[in-house]
């Protein structure tokens, strides 16, 4: 069973455009969700994450939105740029050792 | 990837045998962390140790083994008992729990 479902599995953006992932869990006792960028052939990078008792959080061009009551998070990417093309992948955990992660995004940046 | 090395980069080996992919880190970091990547399907959690000489298992443990006798290292054995061995290993670390730095990964093919 996924804990954390991600959509969509693949996103084309225009350069200066907004990306935006979805992320949604069941297990209301997650508090920490991070979100990952993974570039090929090499290991995720954490982006930036967010606690629950925040409902936004921006670092730079990107910002997590947290919704509690609908159990939902998401990442967008402001002013895209080709540099973001990546993977993303979103995560939760309630342990911190025991993450659990979506299953990726993978966002095309168009020049 | 900072200062987690795995190695080799990719590894290939028979079906039948036994394989140990390396992690090291000189961070200084107490946990450590390995995780299975797929195509579509996220990352995996195998196997983790907050300490040395202590490590617990992940979702993922079943034809697996690992040790931990110095902070710095945590070895994956990938054993003759794993039944889809071929994937992408990721080794992370951090300094406590909800903090994970992801090494470059080890591409295993097994035939």
């Known amino acids: 069973q996924q804990q954390v479902k991600q959509s969509p599995q693949s996103l084309i953006v225009q350069k200066g455009g907004i990306s935006i992932i979805n992320c949604a869990y069941e297990?209301?006792?997650?508090?920490?969700f991070p979100w990952y960028q993974q570039f090929p052939g090499k290991g995720p990078a954490l982006l930036i994450a967010?606690?629950?008792?925040?409902s936004e959080k921006k670092e730079g061009r990107f910002t997590i939105s947290f919704n509690k009551s609908a159990k939902q998070f998401s990442l967008h990417i402001m002013d895209s740029q080709p540099g973001d093309s990546a993977t993303y992948f979103c995560?939760?955990?309630?342990?911190?050792?025991?993450?659990?992660f979506g299953t990726g995004t993978s966002l095309t940046v168009i020049p | 990837d900072g200062g987690i090395t795995q190695s080799p980069k990719y590894l290939f080996r028979k079906e039948g045998q036994n394989v140990t992919l390396s992690c090291e880190q000189n961070?200084?970091?107490?946990?450590m962390y390995w995780y299975r990547q797929d195509p579509g399907q996220g990352l995996r959690l195998i196997y983790y140790?907050?300490?040395?000489?202590?490590?617990q298992k992940g979702d993922i443990a079943e034809g697996y083994s690992v040790s931990r006798e110095k902070k710095e290292s945590f070895p994956l054995t990938v054993t003759s008992a794993q039944k889809n061995p071929t994937a992408f290993y990721l080794c992370?670390?951090?300094?406590?729990?909800?903090?994970?730095?992801f090494g470059p990964g080890t591409r295993l093919t097994v035939t």
């Open positions: 961070l200084n970091h107490d946990a």
């Open positions: 967010i606690r629950p008792d925040v």
């Open positions: 140790s907050q300490i040395v000489n202590d490590f």
């Open positions: 995560a939760a955990t309630n342990t911190g050792n025991q993450f659990y």
């Open positions: 297990n209301t006792a997650f508090d920490y």
């Open positions: 992370a670390s951090g300094r406590n729990t909800y903090e994970q730095y």
